[in-house]
């Protein structure tokens, strides 16, 4: 089982920046695609940025290329998102995922193929 637990979200103003870590307990050695998504009140659940834990390929969404970077302290079994110029429409829960696949440039979005989850963190950005 693993256990993730993010932190660091809360509310800025427009072109801002927040770093959300998330660190991760239990047997994680079979963990090897890392990821981020959000979600916003009446909308589904987006893939924001994943990385292989083995290998450091990482993936984003076009809407946050440029301004998000996902990164990973091995030592610290923690996951990062660094959120720069951020923009109202960033506005959601963010949620760390973890999974025993691998993650690929034409799947890593795909949610239901993370084994878990934990309990987000909201991220507000005001104009």
């Known amino acids: 089982q693993v256990q993730l637990v993010e932190s660091g979200g809360g509310s800025v103003q427009a072109g801002g920046s927040l770093r959300l870590p998330c660190q991760a307990f239990?047997?994680?050695?079979?963990?090897?695609?890392m990821g981020w998504f959000r979600q916003a009140p009446g909308k589904g659940r987006e893939g924001v940025a994943a990385?292989?834990?083995?290998?450091?390929?990482?993936y984003y969404a076009d809407s946050v290329k440029g301004r998000f970077t996902i990164s990973q302290d091995n030592a610290k079994n923690t996951l990062y998102l660094q959120m720069n110029s951020l923009k109202p429409e960033d506005t959601a829960m963010y949620y760390c995922?973890?999974?025993?696949?691998?993650?690929?440039?034409?799947?890593?979005?795909?949610?239901?193929?993370?084994?878990?989850w934990g309990q987000g963190t909201q991220v507000t950005v005001s104009s």
């Open positions: 995922a973890a999974g025993t696949h691998n993650c690929y440039s034409g799947s890593w979005w795909e949610a239901y193929k993370y084994n878990y």
């Open positions: 239990g047997y994680t050695y079979n963990t090897y695609c």
């Open positions: 990385v292989n834990t083995g290998g450091g390929s990482t």
